[in-house]
């Protein structure tokens, strides 16, 4: 399955599928970019982060793609499970010099059984 | 593995009071973020500190005030509380300010009635 943000902030996907989710960003300046998962209740977790110079980068069963060119990050999970359910934030480091990251709106993550 | 320490966890307070939430950073981590969480919302960056030093302002308001102590702990002040006030308080800890990874805590979750 596939969101495209915004305009679908939920994302239902059985087990076992793949789950694509993306994020439009808003600094063409920015030069770091994390996605966080969030769980209800608990704060944001770290799951891979890219830097500007990057265009792809994988980790256990998620891959981040960046493309700079239309300001788009996405997040690909292989084989979903049902504890991957919870709302999903791309962030980017959009002052220079500094960490402070600025929170796209999250997508929530839904796996059935 | 440490992790960061927010407290307290809950904190219920009346329209017009002050509320002190406290921030623990994971050891040796030297720059300290503070996020405002509401309901259904992304997380909005508030501040940052650096080796104790104000780095980086984002959307706090003048109500509120905070600062890093030598042992690098953080404390958020907020004042004239308002109902709107009411939030997940999230704060975040790096080495470094530079491009690094933030880790979250659990958050504080502030309910103003």
């Known amino acids: 399955g596939e969101s495209v943000g915004l305009h679908l902030p939920t994302l239902s996907v059985q087990e076992g599928d793949n789950s694509i989710i993306n994020c439009a960003y808003s600094n063409s300046a920015s030069d770091y970019f994390i996605w966080y998962k969030q769980e209800s209740g608990k704060g944001p977790q770290f799951i891979i982060d890219i830097r500007s110079n990057m265009d792809k980068r994988q980790g256990q069963r998620v891959t981040v793609l960046l493309n700079k060119t239309v300001k788009h990050l996405s997040l690909q999970i292989a084989a979903t499970q049902p504890g991957d359910s919870a709302v999903y934030f791309c962030?980017?480091?959009?002052?220079?010099?500094?960490?402070?990251?600025?929170f796209g709106k999250g997508t929530m993550l839904l796996v059935s059984p | 593995a440490a992790g960061v320490i927010q407290s307290p966890r809950h904190l219920i307070k009346e329209k017009r009071e002050t509320a002190t939430l406290k921030c623990y950073p994971i050891p040796r981590h030297d720059t300290v973020y503070w996020y405002q969480q509401g309901p259904g919302q992304d997380p909005q960056f508030l501040i940052s500190f650096y080796e104790k030093m104000q780095s980086d302002k984002g959307s706090i308001p003048d109500r509120f005030s905070a600062q890093q102590f030598s042992d690098y702990h953080s404390e958020l002040n907020m004042s004239s509380l308002e109902l709107g006030d009411s939030a997940l308080y999230f704060c975040a800890s790096s080495l470094g300010q530079m491009n690094t990874e933030a880790f979250f805590g659990q958050g504080t979750r502030l309910t103003v009635v």
């Open positions: 962030a980017e480091n959009i002052n220079s010099g500094y960490s402070t990251l600025t």
